[in-house]
């Protein structure tokens, strides 16, 4: 994948399996759950693909995160604090695939950073 575009989507739900079976029917989207049920993947045919996250509590309308793939996930989340934005989630590992975190644009929007394992 290209560095510096979107690479995947997260929608914050309260119930990961069931917001996939709705859009695995809406839409057919493939389903993986190796995560477990409170991380479902979603795979559209062609597009970016994601994963349904299950959260206590969250905002209707501040629910949908999408992330772009970066060659530096620290220099980046750097970069966006520099810019005006805010670090909400420092760099965090996700085992075996990479690293992530979250700023906030000077908007208010949160925006993902995604950093995979040197191959």
């Given at each position: 994948?290209a560095?510096n575009t979107i ?6 739900c309260?119930?990961?399996t069931g ?17 477990g ?11 970016v ?12 309308g ?9 060659d ?6 750097k970069?966006a ?28 929007n ?10």
């Amino acid at each position: 994948m290209a560095l510096n575009t979107i690479c995947h989507i997260e929608i914050s739900c309260r119930n990961a399996t069931g917001a996939g079976q709705f859009y695995n029917e809406m839409f057919g989207w493939k389903l993986n759950s190796d995560m477990g049920d409170d991380y479902i993947f979603f795979q559209p045919e062609d597009g970016v693909s994601g994963a349904f996250s299950k959260v206590e509590d969250f905002a209707p309308g501040n629910s949908v995160i999408f992330y772009v793939e970066v060659d530096d996930i620290d220099a980046f989340l750097k970069k966006a604090v520099e810019l005006g934005g805010k670090l909400t989630v420092p760099k965090t590992e996700i085992t075996q695939h990479g690293w992530f975190g979250h700023f906030t644009d000077p908007d208010g929007n949160t925006i993902g950073l995604f950093t995979a394992l040197p191959k």
